[in-house]
């Protein structure tokens, strides 16, 4: 016999609630949150598609890791505590084995319950004729006023990024191509399971002047801090840090560098300081453990350029990914 939803539901998603506030083991309609006067709520959204943000024979294990991490990866651009998150699934009505790929996804969703420390609270499960598709929704808080932003960057600031970018993109690149898994395992891995940087965020509150993830690429990135920070912004190549697995892929396997730049998949974060503030900001990286880089500076106009080391504009033509 087939189950119904809220067999599914009962058996898969249940145990990953908490019996009381806010989620009150999914026996009510919503989820019930006590405001905090001193907190403010933080709000996030993500959708995942098969065939466009993950394989369709994906692990479901690595994937629903993914779907929630992609969301922490906003919370930490805001410098919020994750506290829980909803979750809608579109299953495929197709021969697929929906409580086998259930078991394996609610395994990957404990697992990054347990490692970042939230719950889930809610959502939804129905089937459909098209692509499986994820939708999470992640609510995060911080201390009254004390969230990041995109707005905020200054003319003279330092713009940074954490970690090193394109191993994402890399990854994706490589199992395209068929490529050298094991070869190129660190890309793959970065690109099934980017790092939320939930620490760095918060540490970053009364340092950083402007902050987001990089999702869609460096470039198309920090032209969204500069368009809403009125400002321009000017990005020096040779700066961008980069692993020994992605720098290998670009001397052996052709022209990838616009991965670096506009490759998308990096769910780093990409911040803007004061330059007075570059000492505390180096200081920053050794506490937590968390490579920062300077990689270029904020200048007057609207326009975020990529600079070669002899002062060349880089085309960037290619930077961001979009759906649209």
Same mark, same amino acid.
Do not use: C
């Given at each position: 016999?087939?189950? #119904?939803?809220?067999?599914? %539901?009962?058996?898969?998603?249940?145990?990953?609630?908490?019996?009381?506030?806010? !989620?009150?083991?999914?026996?009510?309609?919503?989820? %019930? =949150?006590p405001q905090n006067p001193d907190k403010d709520l933080i709000f996030t959204k993500d959708t995942l598609v098969a065939g466009v943000h993950f394989f369709e024979n994906d692990d479901p294990f690595i994937v629903a890791q993914k779907a929630l991490?992609?969301?922490?990866?906003?919370? !930490?651009?805001?410098?919020a505590e994750p506290l829980g998150y909803l979750l809608s699934l579109a299953l495929p009505q197709t021969s697929f084995d929906v409580e086998a790929w259930?078991?394996?996804?609610?395994?990957?969703?404990?697992?990054?319950? #347990?490692?970042?420390?939230?719950?889930?609270?809610?959502?939804?499960? /129905?089937?459909?004729s098209g692509p499986l598709t994820i939708s999470v929704t992640a609510i995060g808080e911080t201390d009254k006023g004390k969230s990041l932003s995109r707005s905020g960057a200054n003319i003279g600031d330092n713009i940074y990024v954490s970690g090193t970018l394109?191993?994402?993109?890399?990854?994706?690149?490589?199992?395209?191509?068929?490529?050298?898994?094991?070869?190129?395992a660190h890309l793959i891995g970065? @690109?099934?399971?980017?790092?939320?940087?939930?620490?760095?965020?918060?540490?970053? /509150?009364?340092?950083?002047t402007s902050a987001m993830d990089i999702s869609d690429g460096l470039m198309g990135d920090i032209s969204h801090i500069c368009e809403n920070s009125s400002v321009g912004a000017k990005i020096f190549y040779k700066k961008i840090p980069i692993s020994s697995s992605l720098s290998n892929l670009l001397e052996?396997?052709?022209? @990838?560098?616009?991965? %670096?730049?506009?490759?998308?998949?990096?769910?780093?974060?990409? =911040?803007?300081?004061?330059?007075?503030?570059?000492?505390?900001?180096?200081?920053?990286? /050794?506490r937590l453990g968390t490579k920062l880089t300077c990689i270029?500076?904020?200048?007057a106009g609207n326009e975020a350029i990529l600079l070669n080391d002899d002062g060349s504009v880089i085309n960037t033509d290619k930077s961001g990914y979009r759906h649209f």
């Open positions: 016999m087939t189950s #119904s939803e809220f067999d599914l %539901i009962k058996k898969f998603f249940t145990p990953l609630t908490p019996k009381g506030a806010p !989620a009150f083991s999914l026996k009510n309609d919503a989820a %019930i =949150f991490r992609v969301n922490l990866s906003d919370l !930490a651009a805001m410098a259930l078991e394996a996804f609610a395994a990957g969703l404990e697992k990054n319950q #347990s490692q970042f420390n939230w719950m889930l609270w809610g959502g939804d499960t /129905v089937s459909t394109g191993d994402g993109a890399g990854g994706l690149t490589v199992l395209q191509n068929n490529l050298d898994n094991d070869k190129y970065r @690109y099934h399971l980017p790092e939320p940087r939930l620490k760095l965020g918060k540490s970053l /509150v009364g340092l950083a052996t396997k052709g022209d @990838y560098s616009h991965l %670096i730049w506009g490759g998308g998949d990096d769910y780093e974060l990409l =911040f803007t300081a004061a330059q007075k503030h570059n000492d505390a900001v180096m200081d920053l990286a /050794v270029g500076e904020i200048t």
